[in-house]
C-alpha cells in the first residue's frame, strides 16, 4: 500500500511538471522608467553674474554595464565663453547605477539670457535597464542616444569698463583624464639617477685623454715678414739668372715695397698713389719708413715713363731694400724671419 501510494505521488508530480512552462521562458518583470539612461545639464552657481565662474555638468545615469560615448565636438554656447573642461571619474549611486559627467567651465562678460545646447549623448553596451551580464565579448553592443534638452541660463550684473572682467585660465585642457603623475614623476627621478651613475662610471672607466695645448694662433708679423724675404729672393735669383729685366726686378721691388707698407706699417700703398703714399709716409712716426718715398717716384718712373735702369742700377735696389725690409722689423721679428746673422748685419746697417 505504502509503495503504491508514493508511486501515484511521483506520477503526479512529473505531470504537473510536464505543464509548468520552463524559467528561462517565464515573463520578466516590466523594466521601470528611471532604469534608462537619462541626461540632464546641471550648473552652479544657481545665480550667476557677471564675472563669475560656471560650472556646467552634463550628467548621463546608465546602467553599470553600459557606457557613455562622449563627443570630441565642442557645444555651441550663447552669450558665454568656454575656459575649460573636465572628464572627472563616474560615481556610482545607491541604487547601482552609474552617473558620468562632463564638465565644462564657462563665463559672460556681460548680462544675457544665457542657454546652455541641446545635446545627443550616445550610450553603448546594455541601455535597456535590465541588471543581468553585461553582453559576450565579440558580441555587438546596443546603442541608445540619450537626449538632453537646453536649459536656460540668466547671467544678471552690470558690465564695468573701468574693471572689466577677466577671463579664467582653463582648467585642466579640453579633457582632463587621471594621471598617475606620482608614478611617472618616480620614474623619472629613476631614470635620471641611473644616467648620472652611468656617466659617472663611463667617466671613471674611460681613459684618459692626452692633455694638448692649443694651438697658437698664427702671428701674422712673421707671415708677412717671410712673404716679403721670400719674394725679394726671388727677385734676386731672377736678376742674377738673368730671368728678371732691369724693368722687371724695378716694377717687383715697387710692388714688394707698396705690399710692405701695407701689412707692416698700416699704410695702403697698393690702392694709393705715389703722392698719397708719400704724404702718409712723411706724417708716420718710423724713421725708416720715409725712405720709400724717393723709391716709390723714381721707380714711378721706370712703370709709367718707360725709363730703362741698367743692370748695375738694378742690383744696387735689391741691396738696398733687403737692408731697409730688415731695418723696419724688431730685431726679434728679423731674427725669426731670417736667422740672427742676417738679423745682426741689418742692424748694423742701420745705424
Known amino acids: 500500500m505504502r509503495r503504491s501510494a508514493l508511486r501515484s505521488a511521483l506520477r503526479a508530480v512529473v505531470l504537473v511538471s510536464m505543464w509548468l512552462p520552463p524559467p528561462s521562458l517565464a515573463a520578466t518583470p516590466a523594466v521601470p522608467a528611471s532604469a534608462v539612461p537619462e541626461g540632464v545639464w546641471r550648473v552652479t552657481p544657481a545665480g550667476p553674474r557677471v564675472g563669475d565662474r560656471l560650472t556646467a555638468s ?21 552669450g558665454l565663453e568656454l575656459a575649460g573642461s573636465e572628464l572627472p571619474a563616474p560615481d556610482v549611486l545607491p541604487d547601482g547605477r552609474i552617473r558620468s559627467r562632463l564638465t565644462f567651465f564657462l563665463y559672460a562678460d556681460l548680462p544675457c539670457g544665457c542657454r546652455l545646447p541641446a545635446l545627443d549623448v550616445v550610450v553603448s553596451g546594455q541601455t535597456d535597464g535590465r541588471t543581468g551580464d553585461a553582453p559576450a565579448d565579440g558580441q555587438p553592443a546596443a546603442t541608445r542616444t540619450v ?3 537646453a536649459l536656460p541660463v540668466t547671467v544678471t550684473g552690470a558690465f564695468d569698463a573701468a574693471s572689466p572682467p577677466s577671463a579664467p585660465a582653463p582648467a585642466r585642457g579640453p579633457v582632463a583624464l ?3 603623475w606620482v608614478q611617472l614623476l618616480a620614474a623619472v627621478a629613476a631614470l635620471a639617477a641611473a644616467v648620472a651613475v652611468g656617466v659617472w662610471v663611463w667617466r671613471r672607466r674611460r681613459p684618459a685623454l692626452p692633455q694638448t695645448s692649443p694651438a697658437a694662433a698664427p702671428d701674422t708679423a712673421l707671415l708677412a715678414a717671410r712673404a716679403a724675404l721670400a719674394e725679394l729672393a726671388r727677385l734676386e735669383r731672377g736678376h742674377r739668372d738673368g730671368v728678371l729685366s732691369p724693368q722687371g726686378v724695378v716694377t717687383g ?3 714688394l715695397v707698396r705690399v710692405w707698407l701695407w701689412t707692416h706699417f698700416h699704410i695702403p700703398a697698393p690702392t694709393q698713389t705715389s703722392a698719397e703714399t708719400a704724404a702718409a709716409l712723411a706724417a708716420h712716426p718710423h724713421r725708416r719708413s720715409r725712405e720709400a718715398i724717393a723709391w716709390l717716384e723714381a721707380w714711378d718712373l721706370v712703370r709709367f715713363a718707360r725709363h730703362a735702369p741698367s743692370p748695375e742700377e738694378a742690383g744696387r735696389e735689391l741691396a738696398a731694400v733687403r737692408i731697409w725690409l730688415l731695418a723696419t722689423m724688431s730685431p726679434q ?3 725669426a ?12 746697417e742701420g745705424k
Open 58 to 78: 552634463l550628467e548621463i545615469t546608465h546602467s553599470p554595464h553600459a557606457s557613455v560615448e562622449w563627443s570630441r565636438e565642442t557645444p555651441r554656447w550663447e
Open 147 to 149: 537626449s538632453v534638452a
Open 178 to 180: 587621471p594621471f598617475p
Open 253 to 255: 721691388l715697387s710692388d
Open 333 to 335: 721679428l728679423a731674427a
Open 337 to 348: 724671419a731670417t736667422g740672427p746673422g742676417d738679423a745682426a748685419a741689418a742692424a748694423g
